[in-house]
């Protein structure tokens, strides 16, 4: 049997029972350091050029990440030339600190040094592998022996770093495959790491808690932080930071249950790019904090140039529904959730606090327009239609007239078979309701009060051959509606009808919408005009008209069967 759980082995959790992290809450932002340009760029099929990873490296400092790891010099060449041109050329702000990684291995850690010369503030990141099927699988050594390279390192680290006195050094351990790790052993290194570095006399040291594999929930992961920022000597001396990955698709849940469990960093890449199934996804996480009305500490205000940029240097597309950064996450196409979001941005005034259905932030605020929020197919309701009219052409329809027209959209978007963009939208309104017959336009209107009501005359038509009505009725609707009625000998009984004024001053136009029984079928129609008498008589006439002239036309039509036989 090819698919068979028996083979694999559940993780062990962390034995802890005074556990105080699920009781914090994040008030501030780690500190980030964006790994793309190693760790991001050594997990690409193609790995970036000289061109992309600089317009990575730009993009990163615009963000505001004041901690870059840019590669690996010692490893490559092609990383040692960027190492040294950052440097050269001057590009490196003086706020940022650069970061590269390093084997524990004395060779490749002189090297290292050599690319770094003259960089303002660098960190050195030295890692080992410590977990158990690494020292007895892959290496074959003890404990005893593997913690040995850890601080052959570290000394080696140390040593090279008095050769280049004007650069501002910070040392980063990583017990790389940490979340396979025994913890007292994990401990254990890092303590001995740290007696060689002794950041109690100040030398800046950051340890780095790689979940290199990612094995277990998150709340595992973050008791084996809390466990470790519990045990290690020096705590308050050190920055503890994590690298999570994706594994397991929780790499975001994890980093931050970290922090909650006393981690002061995070490592991780823009929209997750990495070994396997990703790493961190740093706008995943920057965003979370940021709508809970945190200072991420980064600006993501651009979305679209960062999805462009990343996109561009890593040639991989950014999911339509990628958190915060697709295409699609902050549209709706369920008419629940359209007339959800119209209502909510209807209410709210500029200034309150962010309260939206289905938003959980401001698109506005990552450059998106509500253009992208609803957008209209087959699963859209009267909600999303009346919002596209009213954001994309200011008309405002009454409920009676979103459920009609949306039905008559929906009927649209199944005979296609996909989405329905806003300019068809108004197009199929201005072809049901809008258009006006020659016969049946508004050339003018007189109406009259007296005691006993409005008299109306009212002239319809066209120039050459306009008719005119007269009745009379308490308003001016039901005076109009009397002379309809003497006119064309129909029964007619006004159901509902609305009026709008689009846009502000007194040039702005009105919407006048009418819902009508003639002779006991329902007809609707609306109108735009100058003013929203003219609009309500102009829409009653193109209601009225569409059984009138249907009348008509079954009567030419019977008599032209009469006279052909």
Same mark, same amino acid.
């Given at each position: 049997? =090819?698919f068979?759980?028996?083979?694999?082995?559940?993780f062990?959790?962390?034995a802890?029972?005074?556990?105080?992290?699920?009781?914090?809450?994040?008030?501030?932002a #780690?500190?980030?350091?964006a790994?793309?340009?190693?760790?991001?760029?050594?997990?690409?099929?193609?790995?970036?050029?000289? /061109?992309?990873k600089?317009?990575?490296?730009?993009?990163l400092v615009?963000l505001?990440?004041?901690e870059?790891?840019?590669?690996?010099? =010692?490893a490559?060449?092609p990383?040692f030339?960027f190492c040294?041109?950052?440097?050269e050329?001057?590009?490196?702000?003086e706020?940022?600190?650069?970061q590269?990684? +390093?084997?524990?291995?004395?060779?490749?850690?002189e090297?290292?040094?050599e690319?770094?010369?003259? !960089?303002?503030?660098?960190?050195?990141h030295?890692?080992?592998s410590?977990s158990t099927?690494?020292r007895?699988?892959?290496?074959?050594?003890d404990? !005893?022996g *593997?913690?040995?390279?850890? *601080?052959?390192?570290?000394?080696?680290?140390k040593?090279?770093?008095?050769?280049?006195?004007?650069?501002?050094w910070t040392f980063?351990?990583s017990p790389?495959?940490?979340t396979?790790?025994?913890?007292?052993?994990?401990?254990?290194?890092?303590?001995? *790491?740290?007696?060689?570095?002794?950041?109690?006399?100040?030398q800046?040291?950051?340890?780095?808690?790689p979940? +290199?594999v990612?094995?277990?929930?998150?709340?595992?992961? /973050?008791d084996?932080?809390?466990?470790?920022?519990?045990?290690?000597?020096?705590r308050?001396?050190?920055?503890?930071s994590?690298?999570?990955?994706?594994? @397991?698709?929780?790499g *975001?849940?994890?980093a931050?249950?970290?922090?909650?469990?006393?981690?002061?960093r995070?490592? &991780? +890449?823009?929209?997750?790019?990495?070994?396997?199934?990703?790493?961190m996804?740093?706008?995943t996480? !920057?965003?979370n904090l940021?709508?809970?009305?945190?200072? #991420?500490?980064?600006?993501?205000s651009g979305m679209?140039?960062i999805?462009?940029?990343?996109?561009?240097?890593?040639?991989?597309?950014?999911h339509?529904?990628?958190?915060?950064? &697709?295409?699609?996450v902050?549209?709706a196409f %369920? &008419? %629940?959730?359209?007339? /959800?979001?119209?209502?909510? $941005?209807a209410r @709210?005034?500029?200034g309150?606090s962010?309260?939206?259905?289905?938003?959980p932030?401001?698109p506005?605020?990552?450059?998106?327009?509500y253009?992208?929020?609803?957008?209209?197919n087959s699963q859209?309701?009267?909600?999303?239609?009346a919002?596209?009219?009213?954001?994309d052409y200011?008309?405002?329809?009454?409920?009676?007239?979103?459920?009609?027209f %949306?039905k008559?959209?929906?009927?649209?978007?199944?005979?296609n078979?996909?989405?329905?963009d806003?300019?068809?939208?108004h197009?199929?309104f201005?072809?049901?309701?809008?258009?006006?017959?020659?016969?049946?336009?508004l050339?003018?209107?007189d $109406?009259h009060?007296?005691?006993e009501?409005?008299? !109306?005359?009212?002239?319809?038509?066209?120039e050459?051959s306009?008719? +005119?009505?007269?009745?009379h009725?308490?308003g001016?609707?039901?005076a109009? %509606?009397?002379?309809?009625?003497?006119?064309?000998g129909v029964?007619?009984?006004?159901?509902?009808?609305?009026e709008?004024a689009?846009?502000?001053?007194?040039?702005?136009n009105a919407?006048a919408?009418?819902r009508?029984?003639?002779?006991?079928?329902?007809?609707?129609? =609306?109108?735009l005009?100058?003013?929203?008498?003219s609009?309500?008589l102009?829409?009653l006439?193109?209601a009225?008209s569409?059984?009138?002239?249907r009348?008509?036309q079954q009567?030419?039509s019977?008599?032209?069967v009469?006279?052909n036989?």
């Amino acid at each position: 049997m =090819a698919f068979d759980h028996r083979k694999y082995v559940a993780f062990t959790p962390v034995a802890k029972t005074n556990r105080r992290w699920p009781d914090k809450v994040i008030t501030t932002a #780690p500190r980030f350091c964006a790994v793309d340009l190693r760790d991001g760029n050594q997990a690409l099929v193609k790995p970036m050029s000289v /061109a992309q990873k600089q317009r990575m490296f730009d993009l990163l400092v615009k963000l505001g990440f004041k901690e870059i790891e840019i590669g690996f010099p =010692a490893a490559s060449q092609p990383d040692f030339d960027f190492c040294r041109k950052l440097i050269e050329e001057g590009r490196i702000p003086e706020d940022v600190h650069i970061q590269v990684l +390093t084997q524990a291995r004395p060779e490749l850690i002189e090297r290292t040094y050599e690319a770094l010369k003259g !960089a303002r503030k660098a960190i050195v990141h030295v890692y080992n592998s410590t977990s158990t099927v690494q020292r007895e699988q892959v290496f074959g050594m003890d404990r !005893a022996g *593997v913690k040995d390279i850890a *601080v052959n390192g570290a000394r080696i680290v140390k040593a090279n770093a008095a050769k280049y006195p004007d650069t501002e050094w910070t040392f980063q351990y990583s017990p790389e495959s940490f979340t396979g790790t025994e913890l007292d052993y994990a401990a254990e290194v890092i303590d001995a *790491v740290n007696e060689v570095w002794r950041p109690d006399q100040g030398q800046p040291v950051v340890i780095n808690l790689p979940a +290199t594999v990612e094995m277990a929930t998150p709340n595992v992961f /973050a008791d084996q932080i809390e466990w470790i920022c519990d045990h290690v000597r020096y705590r308050d001396h050190i920055s503890i930071s994590v690298h999570t990955h994706n594994d @397991r698709g929780c790499g *975001v849940a994890a980093a931050e249950l970290a922090v909650m469990a006393g981690a002061d960093r995070v490592e &991780g +890449t823009l929209m997750g790019n990495g070994e396997r199934t990703g790493n961190m996804d740093l706008v995943t996480m !920057a965003m979370n904090l940021y709508s809970q009305g945190i200072d #991420p500490t980064v600006d993501l205000s651009g979305m679209a140039e960062i999805t462009d940029v990343v996109e561009a240097c890593t040639e991989i597309s950014t999911h339509p529904r990628h958190p915060y950064a &697709g295409e699609l996450v902050f549209t709706a196409f %369920s &008419g %629940s959730h359209q007339d /959800a979001i119209r209502k909510c $941005l209807a209410r @709210r005034k500029e200034g309150e606090s962010w309260h939206v259905a289905y938003l959980p932030i401001d698109p506005r605020d990552l450059g998106r327009r509500y253009e992208e929020v609803v957008r209209i197919n087959s699963q859209s309701g009267k909600g999303g239609v009346a919002y596209v009219l009213e954001r994309d052409y200011n008309i405002s329809l009454p409920r009676w007239l979103q459920i009609e027209f %949306s039905k008559m959209v929906q009927r649209e978007a199944e005979t296609n078979g996909g989405e329905i963009d806003s300019l068809t939208i108004h197009k199929l309104f201005e072809e049901r309701y809008l258009t006006v017959a020659k016969a049946w336009e508004l050339r003018s209107y007189d $109406l009259h009060r007296d005691d006993e009501g409005v008299n !109306a005359v009212v002239r319809i038509g066209a120039e050459d051959s306009p008719v +005119t009505l007269k009745g009379h009725g308490l308003g001016a609707v039901e005076a109009v %509606s009397a002379a309809l009625e003497s006119e064309y000998g129909v029964t007619l009984a006004v159901e509902a009808y609305d009026e709008f004024a689009l846009g502000e001053g007194t040039n702005a136009n009105a919407l006048a919408c009418i819902r009508v029984t003639v002779d006991g079928q329902h007809c609707s129609a =609306a109108a735009l005009a100058e003013d929203t008498t003219s609009a309500t008589l102009q829409a009653l006439f193109s209601a009225v008209s569409q059984v009138v002239d249907r009348d008509r036309q079954q009567v030419s039509s019977e008599e032209s069967v009469e006279a052909n036989a």
